[in-house]
């Protein structure tokens, strides 16, 4: 019966990956339930480290079900390199299910995602620019490829030429501001150059060539495709335990984050039982998962970000660059107001706070308590308006930092008081019990609060 969720509590990149990793050992399959390839989940074994796009991070169990959800979007190329590269390094992917209903990210959604961003230019919202909005604004429009098409060429065929007719506008704008930039780049247009290499359409969106290679992804991911939802009935029927991944975070979520600043899925707890396809009462458990302090990559508020020493000692102390795009993470303080409004969206029953390690070494640990806005009014709780949130300034609770390296810690008695002290601070505040500490990158580098999990029914 247990349904399990992780669900990112801040802007994404919390350690979902090491947590999913963690609790997928009591777990018989893991789900990953949207987004694409725009995550990024390290876990780091016995020193080695693995990054995952689309794979959910249960793939190191040969013997679970790791499963690609309907909800989520899959770049076929994408996801065969990383089949290939973890049969490169010996991991076993036979057990690896993808939904048949699962959306497919084509190479003009990626195109676009990126046209898009050119075109906002100061507003742009930082996206990780491999077609995820793009391709989810198809699925809502009933124009979207799913892995399923491709198993029948005919029928891929017609769905990606329905599917390029409306974009054509796009997409020749596209080409003239590709042909505009190569042209500042002094190609094409140099003495010698050839003028009809710049001016010949982009060859990856020939249908021709495009319904040829989606076909062929097709027959490599056939062993793989099945119906998924069904997988997770049997387990969940059977008594067993399946735990769905999440990628992104409650404050990208598309409804309910810091909107447009947002990824374009669903992220928070709720989501799981769409993207999977099980019912609300399937779900038994979440999991959030946050830093002790918070981090955010592109654009859009934040509230607690700094840019002073001690936000360049997160960075360098948390290693903060992105998992999929490099990019250098924002960083600041842990924002208790957003925390307790990702509790209560996603009725977290745990919390997983990780990186508490990364403090070390801090005089004062700060806490957003509350916002006051621009005219001084005072929020208590995440504001819903966009004008008052890009504009709030966060007050502080203070709390005595610690100096010891927490990296061997292993329970909770290991801990400085302070480092207690402030978990305690999190967890009342928050309103919900943490039931899993981090003091460093690797799967043994935590602290248990309380007994370990047992998520089998019993
Ligand atoms: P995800 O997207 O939520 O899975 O997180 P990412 O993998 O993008 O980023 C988290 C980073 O922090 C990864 O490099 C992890 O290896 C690392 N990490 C996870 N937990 C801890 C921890 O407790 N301490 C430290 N120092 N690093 C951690
Ligand atoms: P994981 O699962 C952090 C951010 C992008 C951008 C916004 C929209 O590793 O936590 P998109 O490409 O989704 O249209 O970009 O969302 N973003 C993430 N930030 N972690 C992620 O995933 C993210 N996935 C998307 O940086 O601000
Ligand atoms: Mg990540």
């Known amino acids: 019966m247990p349904g399990v969720v992780i669900v990112g509590a801040q802007w994404g990149d919390e350690g979902k990956g090491k947590v999913t990793d963690l609790l997928a050992e009591r777990a018989e399959a893991i789900v990953r339930f949207q987004g694409g390839n725009n995550a990024g989940h390290t876990i780091v074994r016995d020193g080695e480290e693995f990054k995952f796009h689309l794979i959910p991070s249960g793939i190191l169990y040969p013997e679970k079900a790791c499963v690609i959800g309907n909800g989520v979007v899959l770049d076929p190329r994408i996801l065969l390199d990383e089949i290939e590269g973890l049969k490169r390094r010996g991991i076993d992917v036979g057990n690896l299910r993808i939904s048949a209903n699962a959306h497919l990210i084509m190479p003009y959604h990626v195109l676009l995602d990126t046209a898009g961003e050119l075109k906002l230019g100061k507003l742009s919202i930082g996206t990780t620019r491999r077609g995820i909005g793009p391709c989810y604004a198809d699925k809502a429009l009933r124009l979207g490829i799913r892995v399923q098409d491709l198993l029948d060429e005919k029928i891929l065929r017609k769905k990606i030429l329905a599917a390029l007719e409306p974009k054509q506008q796009a997409l020749r704008e596209l080409s003239v501001q590709r042909r505009k930039l190569r ?215 203070e709390l005595p930092g610690f100096e010891a390296d927490l990296s061997t810690c292993r329970s909770e008695a290991d801990l400085p008081p302070q480092a207690r002290a402030f978990l305690d601070f999190v967890a009342r505040f928050a309103g919900v019990p943490i039931r899993l500490v981090g003091v460093g990158p690797g799967r043994d580098q935590v602290v248990w609060i309380g007994d370990e999990p047992h998520l089998r029914a019993a």
Request: one cysteine or more; charged letters at 25%.
């Open 183 to 397: 042209k500042e780049a002094g190609e094409g247009g140099r003495e010698g150059g050839d003028q009809s290499v710049a001016d010949a359409p982009d060859p990856r969106l020939d249908l021709h060539t495009m319904s040829e290679e989606f076909a062929g992804y097709g027959h490599r991911l056939e062993p793989h495709i099945a119906d998924t939802s069904r997988l997770c009935w049997n387990v969940l029927d059977g008594g067993g335990t399946v735990l769905f991944e999440g990628a992104q975070a409650t404050l990208l979520d598309l409804d309910h984050g810091t909107y447009p600043f947002v990824t374009s899925s669903n992220p928070i707890a709720g989501a799981a039982c769409v993207g999977a396809g099980v019912g609300p009462t399937d779900i038994d458990e979440v999991w959030g998962v946050a830093k002790a302090y918070a981090t955010r990559v592109g654009a859009g508020p934040f509230p607690t970000e700094l840019d002073d020493a001690v936000g360049r000692h997160l960075l360098e102390r948390g290693h903060e660059f992105g998992t999929t795009t490099g990019r250098e993470r924002r960083c600041g303080w842990i924002d208790l107001v957003a925390l307790r409004y990702a509790v209560r969206l996603n009725r977290m029953s745990a919390l997983a706070i990780t990186k508490l390690d990364v403090l070390s070494g801090l005089d004062v640990l700060r806490a957003a308590v509350r916002y006051r806005s621009r005219e001084g009014a005072v929020f208590d709780s995440f504001p819903y308006h966009q004008s008052i949130l890009h504009s709030a300034e966060p007050e502080y609770e």
